[in-house]
């Protein structure tokens, strides 16, 4: 069975780091895609960068790109969010999710059903 458990959430001032992880149980054969999401309270989910379990194409909303980095380790079967530079629009509850499959679909890999999905990490950016 595969679990996602999230980490390195908190509270920052704007202009502040955090790096999350999320750490794989359980395997999912012939790779996935990595994706990072996030919602706010009162708004819709956000898909805010995925990347291949197997590397290549990383993928961001425009709303991070330049601050977030994705990233993953094959081995460790974990993907990470460095975000620098957080700006108070980035509170909300950042989760992880796999999609089983060939890889990550796009410009628009957020559609892909990522039917595994931890709990959440709560980030609290603060003016």
């Known amino acids: 069975q595969v679990q996602l458990v999230e980490s390195g959430g908190g509270s920052v001032v704007a202009g502040g780091s955090l790096n999350l992880s999320c750490e794989m149980s359980?395997?999912?054969?012939?790779?996935?895609?990595w994706g990072w999401f996030r919602q706010a309270p009162g708004k819709e989910r956000e898909g805010v960068a995925a990347?291949?379990?197997?590397?290549?194409?990383?993928f961001y909303a425009d709303s991070v790109k330049g601050r977030f980095t994705i990233s993953r380790d094959k081995v460790k079967n974990m993907v990470y969010l460095q975000m620098n530079s957080l700006k108070p629009e980035d509170t909300a509850m950042y989760y992880c999710?796999?999609?089983?499959?060939?890889?990550?679909?796009?410009?628009?890999?957020?559609?892909?059903?990522?039917?595994?999905r931890g709990q959440g990490t709560q980030v609290t950016v603060s003016s």
């Open positions: 359980g395997y999912i054969s012939g790779g996935h895609c």
């Open positions: 999710a796999a999609d089983p499959g060939a890889g990550c679909y796009g410009s628009t890999w957020y559609v892909q059903p990522f039917p595994y």
């Open positions: 990347i291949y379990s197997g590397g290549g194409t990383r």
